[in-house]
């Protein structure tokens, strides 16, 4: 007679080392290790009967039992503010205890399995307790849903799972999806109720992914000499993260940083404190070291007309010459001047995190001024141009950002020979191109000047856009460009360049006015042609263009702000682009101060018989191939004090206008954006206003803006930056 002994792994440790726990031992120590504040959601896989009930079990089964507690003690403690993605973790361990003899399946869960038993799977479910590796952000309008994600966990995704269901959660559909971010879903019935949608990562089997924690807080690169111009000696700024001498041009505005005076001979020298860094950038978008699910949050959205958000600060800091740009319904990045130096606010939640500074706030530079951005859609990279002393420098982020200095490349003039300071670059503005690069343009001494940029920020080509015409001309002469704008079709390869001139009068006096010139392909830009109205009755200024060319259509507008004769007010005129004479041309119709039959037919708001000051225009691309339009307007006292607010309105190329012939006008009504007042530059009264706004398009169906807010009593002190979205 011989007796039989079935030994399993674990209890051939215990046999060996005599102190090993049992398969029982282990069930409940990682039932009361991973508990955490989850209370009866975790308990013990084996239950109170385990030893009884383990008979029941072969060494297979047992083997299988050990490989499934194994994984369950390598799980993360559960958090009761993530049961839901805690149990999904732990469906991913005790999913093969299908595999077990049903002697052994019938003794420890006859009443009561932990996996899926045979029952028709009904998919996975949305996240609702916070523990999702994904976030999701969606919006609507009268007939498309824009989703848009962003990863809280990094994990290798080879597809995505949309989910969507009606407002009960019933009629279910999947759509799956190659990697992406984003995705716009037509609405047939746009009057239905609402939907309901989540997204899942998948890897190549299509089973859902377990994201890990990212990496922690940046530390200070050891390279790193300065992070703020604090940290340098009284002659040099903190550049990039070292310390430089920094030259300057004596009496010409914006060529030193904030705390900083020009001295012969042309170096920037402090004169006070800096206001210290303000430089909180370098967190994670998500500090948690749990793994989670790839499964995000729910969204519910109804198909309706697109209405202005209230607005969001951007932190509590005054700022001051803002612009903005947009990957997708979740993603956008602001940059602004705040506390002498240049901040960008990244935002994956559609900006409704703005007022975090902690979190949302990254040093671009220490120093430098009138920041502009573009982002190219091939590679997703981020462009900034901005003045810096003498010159222009241009830096690229990758992480939409977050983090600035790795990829920069500073432009300058190069000195005279007798050591003075010589030529500078007053103004840049910058545009996508193609193969992930951008096209730069710079307003030098005589000259506007494209640079096409690389990813690297190599100059590929050098070429001039405009070259003044010598004041020796006449009336014909145009000099000093300033204040260029940039447009750019990469497909097309189109380029339409607009900027400020300036051009001799009769009698010897000189006036500034809006000009614009363009390119196809590899030629040579066009002659510079006017903006204006052909029989301007005056010569008063106009200023501060804008331009943009719709990625849908390719086709181009513009806009200027001008002083209006008699009254000596600012207004807005829009200016639209012949593709048959390649040139500019605008008209009464076209003023957003427009009056008819007594009305004010743009501007309702505006009473006629008010002295009103508009300025600061923007343009974005809309998805029907129209573009938003936004402007700063309201009245101005005898006092000179200002009490404007952002307004918005769609412009279409092919709408009939309200009082004459021809195509493109605005699509009315115009929208108050809020009654939060606006920033009052207190420019001239017999100068154009220059811009205190920015706007943006994000290629699904919103459009982002955002203002500097008026303070003081007469809302001529810069308060934070005030942004939306529409829808």
Known sequence: MSLRIAVTVSALAALLTGCAPTLCDRSSQAASKKKGDCGDVVSPLLGAMCSNNLKSCSDADQQLLDTVITCTEQLPTCSATAKDAWKLQQEGCTGQLAALSRPCLDAFFANALPFDAGVPDAGPQPMVDGGNGVTLLGVANADTVALAWDTRRLATVEKWLLVETDALGANRVEREFTPGASINLTIPDAGMSGRRYFVVALNAAGEVLIGQPEAQAMTRDAGVECLSNNECTVARVCDLGQCKSQTCVSGSANTCPNSYQCFAPGICQRTSDDGGVFMPGGQTRDAGTQPLPMISNEVGLTPRPPSITPLTAVGSVAARRPDVAAWDTARVTLALEQEGQLIAHPSSARGLDFTEEATTSFGLDTTGSRVHLTVNPDNQALYACYVVGRGVRVQKSDDRGRTWGRVATTFEPPLPDDGGVGEII??????????????????????????????????????????????????????????????????????????????????????????????????AFTAASRMTPSAQASALPEDWTTVAIHPKTGRAVGAFTTVLTGSQASTVFVSLYSTVSRAWGTGSHLNVFLVDQNTSVVLPQKPVSETWFAFSPQFAPLPDGTFAFSFVAGPRNSMGVGDYRQYLVPFDLDRTPATTNGKGWFVLPTLKVSDTRVLDPRGSTSAPQPPVSALTADGQISVYGVFIEGAGQSGDLEGPAQYFHWP
């Open 426 to 523: 007053r103004d840049c503005d910058i545009a996508p191109w193609k193969n992930g690069g951008a096209l730069l343009v710079t307003a030098e001494t005589e000259a506007l000047i494209v640079r096409e940029l690389t990813p690297s920020l190599d100059v590929a080509l050098r070429t001039p856009a405009f070259t003044s015409i010598s004041p020796d001309a006449g009336v014909t002469a145009v000099f000093a460009p300033s204040h260029p704008a940039i447009a750019t079709h990469p497909g097309n390869g189109v380029v339409h360049v607009t900027f400020t001139g300036t051009r001799l009068l009769t009698g010897g006096a000189s006036d500034t006015e809006p000009y614009g010139v363009s390119r196809e392909g590899a030629g």
